[in-house]
């Protein structure tokens, strides 16, 4: 199929042309890379725009019942809803977060939404790059929310919330000790701390908990694009589906505020600015994949093993030699 | 003064000569670099082998007190040591481990010994290839033992370990639940543990402390560059000067093992190959750094930010127009 058309059929909203975009923004090899680019450039004119919604929890918070529940109330609004994850994780483990659409079974047959696992490959840059071009996809798919789970592995939080208008942390009813379990750096990114399982005999811990947290969100320093009042904690029940309506209420109270206040362009500006500069590392970084560098590399490397050169002086005529420096 | 005659002095061990000889390795000059490059390649062919043991340890843990301790110690068996550091946020926060020599004040006067500051640049890539090539400095220059210090700072355990042939880490007596707060991926570098502060009222705490990590030890993965019974901890006192002579009979005893099997070799081979990948990726993205490339940047990062193109098409633009891929 033409570049053109899938673009066109994706911009219809046609699942299957999604679905086929997604895997060729997905392929490493280098022709399905340059088809890729060209299918985003075809799409950028399009001025859709999703609320993307970055969403961790490490495992046993209740994520996938939290995407089904907060995902079937949204398309029971008559919204259309995406799922994606970043896992760099899943190619090693075999197992893949959103892999078994089965952990989401009522979702995964609704009409209006659309789920895709986290795409197979080991790295993280190269997972977060297909899935902010996903996101990108999705949107222009017609779709009204983006949804992007990861799990908190490492980088992963980060690469997400650079891809999000807003990022969720979900966590479960805990006591005081492991608040401290939630690294600093993770909640100075949540927009909403959600306090899950707030239902049957840990109700009032759940409570409890989400007090703590809003008392140390209110620690955190201000940050510019919040109104007064956030970031804030609030507990929900997936299970029983309780509290998503609040927790929606206070997305869109959020998100209209930053929009009005500039604050929502000028993230996604950023964020722009940011994958911009990550694929150009990226691309410099890929030019020692190719056979003759690799080789080169090889010699080079065996070279400095061996003591016949040094790091420094090999590295040095590996980039003038070889990467036509 | 020509490199060669350069090289010759920090060869013949004089002491000014190796702190110039540093001073130019850790400039960032593009001429300066390709002297340092120079120099480097004249030094390459001594078989000065020094011991390079990497310290780490969080503050407050007595790592300047062993240092002087331990350090004292060698000097006083006639062995000329050096002491190097690695912290990436000195040049933040402005004080620098090592930066203020009176924290080790007779080690500093000794004239067997030799204390240098961790550079002062803002990231870690850039401060471990500097210190990387003072320790080759170092050992060219005669030092029998180079002292590696890092506080453990994100990457910087990683990067000191990958200069090491030896391992230390350094821990304060503890209650059993803080034995968690030793991160597992530190815990498997380490060759030697040893828990500082036996001394006076923590005697027995760190001795608790010390079977703790044993067994913590134990249950790590048998790594084959380790005999029988090691890694192992041991209790010291930097302060009563207690258990050092121990310890570094431990190290030697290991280091000997491992000479005669092969392992320090192959380490120190390995290490090279990783130092060589390191500096082509570092060379690789200094090409970003250029004023052409950086004025190339700015255009095509506002083109994404203001939507005139995507982030994977500007790259491309500019991985091909302007650097020449």
New interface residues.
């Given amino acids: 199929m033409e570049i053109a058309e899938l673009a066109e059929r994706v911009l219809a909203g046609e699942r299957r042309a999604l679905s086929r975009a997604i895997t060729l923004i997905e392929s490493q090899r280098a022709d399905h890379r340059a088809r890729?680019?060209e299918l985003?450039?075809h799409l950028?004119e399009s001025d859709r725009q999703a609320l993307r919604i970055g969403l961790s929890g490490t495992p046993g918070v209740g994520k996938s019942t939290f995407i089904e529940s907060f995902g079937l109330m949204l398309t029971g609004q008559g919204k259309r809803v995406a799922v994606l994850a970043v896992d760099p994780s899943s190619a090693r483990s075999g197992g893949s977060i959103l892999g078994d659409k089965t952990r989401m079974e009522q979702l995964s047959r609704d009409r209006n939404a659309f789920i895709r696992p986290s795409p197979s490959q080991s790295h993280l840059g190269g997972v977060a790059r297909r899935t902010?071009?996903a996101v990108r996809l999705c949107e222009a798919a017609g779709f009204d929310v983006v949804l992007i789970e990861t799990v908190g592995v490492g980088q992963s939080e980060t690469v997400v919330a650079e891809m999000s208008d807003l990022f969720l942390l979900l966590l479960a009813p805990a006591g005081g000790d492991e608040l401290q379990g939630v690294k600093r750096g993770i909640m100075e990114m949540a927009d909403l701390i959600l306090v899950n399982k707030a239902d049957g005999d840990l109700k009032a811990t759940a409570t409890r908990t989400c007090a703590d947290y809003s008392g140390a969100l209110r620690l955190l320093r201000k940050r510019p694009q919040d109104p007064p009042g956030y970031p804030k904690a609030l507990t929900v029940s997936a299970l029983e589906e309780q509290g998503l309506e609040t927790a929606w209420d206070e997305m869109q109270a959020l998100t209209g505020w930053r929009r009005d206040e500039g604050h929502f362009d000028a993230r996604r500006?950023?964020q722009?600015?940011y994958?911009?500069?990550?694929?150009?590392?990226?691309?410099?970084?890929a030019?020692?994949q190719a056979p003759a560098a690799r080789e080169a590399?090889q010699a080079?490397?065996d070279a400095?093993?061996?003591?016949r050169?040094?790091?420094?002086?090999?590295?040095?005529d590996?980039?003038t030699r070889h990467?036509?420096?």
């Fill in positions: 890729a680019t985003m450039e950028r902010r071009e500006a950023d722009a600015r994958w911009f500069a990550e694929e150009v590392r990226q691309a410099l970084l030019r020692l590399m080079l490397s400095v093993a061996e003591g050169t040094t790091p420094a002086q090999a590295a040095r590996m980039v990467l036509g420096g």
